[in-house]
């Protein structure tokens, strides 16, 4: 699909969608059609820069949360288990976003999924988790899961990245490198 088209169903690069469907739980790691029933975001990065994907054609990622150890950590270390519920999930999260984008299956020429596996293995994250602590209200490292927190015991160490914040990202990474500029300068 050219960047033209898909620029007719997405208005602007991120689009959440909230509908998750009857039966959606974030904490059963063991409903094998949690996919078919969760919210997808959609972004694509070639609608901000083209070169994100081959001339005359975009690139789209589709984006879910999941919950822990879903399917038995993907699959219990069965790479066959693993490739086929990659396949599952990256089928239910494309059937989802066909709701905005009609015919979105036959115009996929490559697609790949990234799970939280993906993400232990780049990150060295536990449980693959994105952006630092947990995103779990029942799991909460920091009181005030909006507040920098820089201080640690350690006499001269500061936290200067995402683990100063409970739900980290690039603003909490910023917002600690900030603080703790102010503090040693
Ligand atoms: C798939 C994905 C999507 C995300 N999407 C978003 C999003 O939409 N919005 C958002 O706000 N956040 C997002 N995040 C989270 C965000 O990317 C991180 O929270 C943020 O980049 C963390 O910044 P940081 O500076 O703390 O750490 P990093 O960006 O991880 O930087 C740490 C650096 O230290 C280097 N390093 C590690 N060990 C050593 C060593 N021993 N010696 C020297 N260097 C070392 C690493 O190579 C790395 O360059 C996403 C993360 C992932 C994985």
Redesign the pocket.
Known sequence: MSGEELGKYMKTPHVFTFNDKPGYNIYNSEDGEFFTKASVSLYSPSMVNPKHAPQGKSSLMLQTTVPYHWMNNWGGGDKEVYRQLKEKAMAAMIGSASRLIPGLKECIEYKDA?TPLT?ER??HNTDGA???WSWNPKKKFYKNTMSVNIETPVKNLYIG???AMQI??????LAAAYQCVKKIK
Request: charged residues 0%; proline residues 6%; hydrophobic residues 40%.
């Open positions: 990234a993400y780049f990150t994105s952006s630092a990245s995402c683990w980290g990202g690039v603003p909490g990474a």
